[in-house]
Structures are given as C-alpha cells and as structure tokens.
C-alpha cells in the first residue's frame, strides 16, 4: 500500500545528502521546499540523523542574509538629503553647540562593527522634531526624566554610513570649531573607504579604521572604557 503522507515515504539517498549538505544553511521551511517534503518530514528526518541546530536558528539566518544583502548594496543606496542654506546653518549651529558625532563599536548577533552616528541634544522636543523633519531620517528617543524637577533631556540621532555621509558633505564646509572640523573629515574617510569596501563584497576593518576609530574617541570624549580594547579583537580585521 502506498504511503500519502510525504514524510512516511522513504527517503532516497540522494535526498538525504542534500539534507546533510544544507541543513545549517536553510530553515526547514526552506528545506521542504527545496526537498519536496513537509516541514515535519525534514525535522525528523534531522532529528534521526542528528542534524541539529540551535533553537535561534531563523533569527541568526535572517540576520546574515541581511547583512549579505546589505553588502551587496551599490552606490545608489547611499541617502539622498536636500537642505537650503538656512537648514544647513541651523543643523550645524546645533550640533556644534549641543551635538555629538563618532564612530560607535556596535553588537549585532555575535558580531561587532564600526557604526557612524550623529547626536544632538535638547530639552525642547519641538527642536529636534524640527532636526529629523527637515533631514528626513534619523530618530528621537525620549528617556524618562532623572528626578521629577530636572527638565527630560531628548535626544535625536542619525545612525549608518548610507545616513550620516550625505549629511555631512553638505555641513562639512560649514564647521566652526577645529573639533568638529577633524571629526567630520575623520568620520567622512571612513565612510568613503567602507564604501568601496562594501561594493566589493568584503566586510574586514582595517588599522586605518581602528585608528579613526581611537582618533574620534579621543576628540570626543566619554571617560575610560577597560572594554575597548576588548572589543577592538573582536572586531573582524584584515
């Protein structure tokens, strides 16, 4: 008598090498459908064979194929960002006087990378609802306030090299302060090396960029991090 169900027929060897060869490299889901069997066909079938995976698989697969996906991303991807001279000079006068800008060592599944970012400050929300309106990008975060009396500090930022590139190529010509000047030059070399890294298809820092990275937080500084360093190895170098 024949079998109805898909995951009772027999399985051929040639299925179960397929099965061995991308079981850590597709979710189930993905592996009936290339097999052509049913999703709890594949789990038991890899349960049978010792095939495991950990119980956050999808997520980490999401997470790297998103990453893939992203590297693959040309030039076009960089954000386009249109300002008057009026909008300039007000977005520099707020990030000179109550701003911040560096490179940030950032955790994302079991990898670190180098993410730029641009921050300002401010009590009046109205200001900075304004700063994300007219750049169009970035978001504002609302912390609660320390003590009941003090005023709650907001504050607006703008995250990602395809973000803060185009923004500071308008406002570079506009800085003041020798400060300032140094970071967004620094910040502005980053990016442009990271772009051509990642057209390439290549991920790996090099000690340039770990360099920008020391020279930046030296310009802006937020008090001894023990951790630093630490972080530094476990950034993916050349």
């Not at 399985?11 to 709890?40: A, C, M």
């Not at 302060?177 to 910040?187: A, D, G, M, P, Y």
């Not at 020391?214 to 802006?220: H, I, S």
Request: aromatic share 8%; with cysteine; charged share 30%.
């Amino acid at each position: 008598m024949p079998h109805n169900n898909q995951y009772m027929k027999p399985w051929t060897d040639e299925e179960i090498e397929v099965l061995k060869s991308h079981y850590n490299r597709f979710t189930d889901k993905e592996l009936s459908q290339k097999i052509g069997r049913t999703r709890k066909a594949i789990q038991f079938k890899r349960s049978e064979l010792d095939l495991l995976k950990p119980s956050n698989f999808g997520f980490k697969i999401g997470v790297l194929r998103n990453n893939l996906n992203f590297l693959k991303q040309k030039r076009g991807s960089i954000r386009k960002i249109a300002l008057n001279g009026m909008q300039i000079g007000m977005i520099v006068g707020l990030i000179e006087g109550e701003g911040g800008m560096g490179l940030l060592i950032h955790k994302q599944s079991n990898h670190r990378y180098l993410r730029p970012y641009i921050t300002v400050s401010n009590t009046n929300i109205e200001i900075l609802d304004w700063l994300r309106s007219t750049i169009g990008l970035g978001s504002i975060s609302k912390p609660r306030r320390k003590e009941p009396h003090h005023k709650r500090v907001c504050h607006y930022g703008l995250y990602g090299q395809t973000s803060v590139l185009p923004l500071l190529r308008l406002l570079e010509p506009h800085f003041i302060t020798e400060r300032r000047k140094k970071q967004v030059n620094l910040i502005i070399e980053f990016c442009e090396r990271r772009r051509n890294v990642l057209e390439k298809g290549c991920m790996p820092y090099n000690w340039r960029d770990v360099e920008v990275f020391l020279e930046l937080r030296k310009l802006n500084p937020k008090g001894p991090n023990p951790k630093i360093l630490e972080w530094i190895e476990e950034l993916p170098l050349e």
